[in-house]
């Protein structure tokens, strides 16, 4: 739940930015990138949303003011760099980011709307910039860090550090790996979504029809179902290619045949191409899954579990040869916390149905099979292998080196990009404008970080 509403304050931020710059004040401008009074209290609002009574540094306006003025400096030494990213990789984490906040609102657009005042094509379309921005601010850092690692004696020496009263308390926490199986779709299912997609398209071709009615009425698409269908605008190379081939073959008012992708049966509807852009509706009719197709899959999956029991294969090779769970297949099937990006779970962050799978089970044991449902809606299967389980205990190098190791390294990191951004700083326009710095121009200014960038902005020509 924190999760979601972290992103929930991120976009209501965003999607309130256009009314505040009527009367917004630039606060500073590094190279070409601006830098507004609005931007440190929508971050101000959002650290203090995050904060869960923990105690506010003071001047954390400041701080957040270093930190804009450091991304405006590596975005600015991208430029430079011609760092790029791509349309489709933008489009992704928008699609990600606006799905994952319709599924907190149990899919419903309206409510959506009513929060912020935006469609979620809209949404999408007005966090663009954004969206760029954040990535390139990655792979900027991805670049410049891509050399630092750390040694076994920096990692003794960064634990050491660490006051003895100090040092963190770890709860249980298991690591474990998994095989999935995903049930296929059967040939009569497959036909049938086929055919109603056929009749649908019959019937806005031959009987005009409203296309945005039998989207509403239809479509499986739930986000763009209550549009009408709407997609709203689209980058070329975003869309999956046998849809996005169909489109760009469409004129503007033209609606395609049935057009068969990854997600099942659609209707294009072309409404408007601006160059390598455009505005399509869709009606998307998915094949169903039936009761089955399921069991098929949990019977198969069960079938390599007896395999694995029966030390006919290992439990890595059934992974490498059978599993369909592609993230967790690259990783030898670990499956990852998505609270942390680790390969460790408090027995409190894991899914029920695991957790009892789990229960009662040694190093080594692996799991009856699990029916578990994605994000999305799918209903799959897995077997989970328990790789460990740690009691309850003050951290150590022994038991936590990989923790440990992480967190000298995230410090280690953090070190070089400071020195490489103060390095950076004479080299690129800077200015201040302290006079805009308003009622917290006092909290601002006593911020030591701060001092830097001011000495730059008096020094410039």
């Not at 926490?173 to 009749?199: F, M, S």
């Not at 760009?248 to 008012?253: A, E, I, P, R």
Request: hydrophobic share 40%; charged share 25%; net charge negative.
């Amino acid at each position: 739940m924190k999760y979601f509403l972290t992103i929930i304050m991120v976009l209501v931020a965003i999607a309130t930015q256009a009314q505040r710059q009527q009367v917004d004040k630039v606060i500073a401008v590094v190279g070409g990138n601006i830098i507004l009074q609005s931007d440190i209290e929508s971050q101000y609002k959002l650290y203090q949303s995050q904060r869960q009574g923990i105690d506010e540094p003071e001047n954390m306006r400041c701080i957040i003011l270093e930190q804009l003025l450091a991304n405006g400096l590596l975005l600015a030494e991208a430029e430079k760099d011609s760092v790029e990213v791509e349309d489709s990789e933008i489009n992704t984490q928008l699609d990600s980011r606006i799905n994952q906040i319709l599924q907190y609102m149990n899919n419903d657009v309206t409510k959506f709307r009513e929060y912020y005042n935006m469609r979620p094509s809209e949404m999408k379309d007005f966090m663009r910039d954004q969206m760029r921005d954040q990535l390139l601010l990655q792979r900027m850092q991805a670049q410049i860090m891509a050399t630092v690692d750390i040694t076994p004696k920096e990692v003794k020496e960064f634990f050491e550090r660490i006051p003895r009263d100090s040092l963190p308390y770890f709860n249980s926490e298991v690591e474990l790996a998994e095989i999935v199986i995903k049930p296929e779709v059967n040939a009569v299912e497959d036909a049938r979504a086929r055919k109603l997609a056929r009749n649908l398209l019959l019937q806005i071709v031959e009987d005009s029809v409203d296309f945005g009615v039998l989207a509403k009425k239809y479509s499986d698409d739930p986000g763009s179902a209550a549009l009408g269908g709407e997609l709203g605008s689209q980058p070329r190379g975003t869309l999956v290619p046998a849809f996005e081939e169909a489109a760009y073959q469409l004129k503007k008012g033209e609606v395609s045949d049935v057009v068969k992708s990854v997600f099942g049966y659609h209707i294009i509807k072309l409404n408007e191409r601006l160059g390598n852009t455009i505005n399509c509706s869709h009606i998307l009719i998915r094949p169903s899954v039936t009761n089955e197709d399921r069991q098929v899959a949990a019977d198969h999956l069960d079938s390599i579990r007896n395999l694995i029991m029966m030390d006919t294969i290992s439990f890595s090779s059934a992974i490498a040869k059978y599993s369909q769970e592609e993230f967790s297949k690259t990783r030898a099937g670990r499956i990852m916390n998505p609270m942390t990006g680790e390969g460790f779970f408090e027995l409190g962050d894991i899914d029920p149905e695991i957790y009892f799978a789990i229960d009662g089970l040694v190093i080594g044991d692996i799991s009856k099979v699990i029916e578990y449902r994605t994000q999305s809606g799918q209903k799959q299967f897995r077997i989970v292998k328990l790789l460990n389980r740690t009691e309850p205990h003050v951290a150590n190098l022994q038991d936590d080196y990989s923790k440990i190791r992480m967190a000298a390294l995230e410090e280690k990191k953090n070190n070089y990009i400071a020195s490489w951004v103060d390095k950076k700083i004479k080299d690129n326009y800077i200015e201040i404008k302290v006079e805009n710095l308003g009622v917290h121009s006092s909290e601002t200014m006593a911020c030591d970080g701060l001092q830097k960038w001011l000495e730059v902005n008096v020094l410039r020509p």
